[in-house]
């Protein structure tokens, strides 16, 4: 006599057991990932125009030096791959608008992919696109003539590649919060706002005090003295470790509430 074994319990539900780590699975983050690469405009935008940006105002400056006789344009190209980083992850994250009008959060509710783990998928998907987005401003840079210790190469590329997750979970945040037709025009002239803020346009020195202050306090700010700590030496900035710890927890958070308020509407 053989036995069966019944996956129902006594009053016949399916027993459906929550999926390990909430859902995240690679196959799934794979799929993102080839989304978001066959968008060729996205692409365009993100990892061309930093470089544009470098060979406009970075070459002018070559052969200026910095006080520890650095090459100021490794200043320039180490702002422009944060700020590469940050208009990728960001616009990625942000892709979620577009998910929502077309009613994909809603399909969501019968799934058992848990919010951290959906926003988790998001997040890992965005900071592939910032890698590349730092990988063509550094080698744009090395083309063009930038010479720098491979230390520096190496670490500041990496603080602006994972510094990026800040910006990663404030595209979610901003893509759960706005509507997907005004989603990019508020992002367009709000990156460029918070870069020239936290001082990837202009060195923060050459601004008034008052402004100063303020970009001690954005998103921006910590990532960009982290990045170009290992060319200038001036060490780890725990105010700046604080400002990026900080505001990438707070745009988590909020993106985990507003995805879980977005599933569970009716």
């Not at 989304?35 to 070459?59: D, Q």
């Not at 020195?205 to 921006?220: D, G, K, N, Q, S």
């Not at 505001?247 to 569970?264: E, K, N, P, Y």
């Amino acid at each position: 006599m053989t036995t069966t074994t019944s996956s129902t319990t006594t009053s016949g539900a399916v027993d459906r057991r929550p999926p390990a780590l909430g859902g995240f699975c690679l196959p799934v983050l794979a799929i993102e990932i080839r989304r978001v690469l066959r968008n060729r405009r996205t692409l365009m935008f993100i990892l061309i125009m930093p470089a544009v940006f470098f060979l406009l105002f970075g070459l002018p400056n070559r052969g200026d030096k910095l006080d520890n006789g650095l090459p100021v344009t490794g200043w320039i190209m180490i702002s422009l791959g944060v700020y590469a980083a940050m208009v990728a992850t960001t616009s990625a994250g942000a892709a979620v608008a577009t998910e929502r009008a077309l009613g994909w959060s809603r399909q969501l509710r019968l799934t058992p992919l848990r919010p951290a783990a959906y926003v988790a998928t998001k997040v890992a998907t965005a900071m592939v696109l910032g890698l590349f987005g730092v990988l063509v401003e550094f080698t744009v840079g090395a083309v063009s003539g930038v010479r720098l210790p491979a230390h520096v190469w190496v670490e500041s590329g990496l603080t602006a590649w994972i510094g990026a997750l800040v910006f990663a979970a404030f595209g979610l945040f901003v893509g759960y919060l706005a509507p997907a037709e005004n989603v990019m025009q508020f992002l367009g002239p709000a990156l460029a706002i918070l870069a020239m803020l936290g001082g990837l346009f202009v060195p923060l020195e050459l601004l008034p005090e008052a402004l100063r202050r303020i970009a001690e306090v954005t998103p921006v700010y910590g990532v960009g003295e982290l990045a170009r700590a290992p060319l200038t030496g001036a060490g780890v900035n725990w105010v700046a470790v604080g400002n990026v710890t900080g505001w990438t927890a707070l745009f988590s958070f909020g993106a985990v509430r507003l995805f879980r308020r977005d599933t569970t509407r009716v």
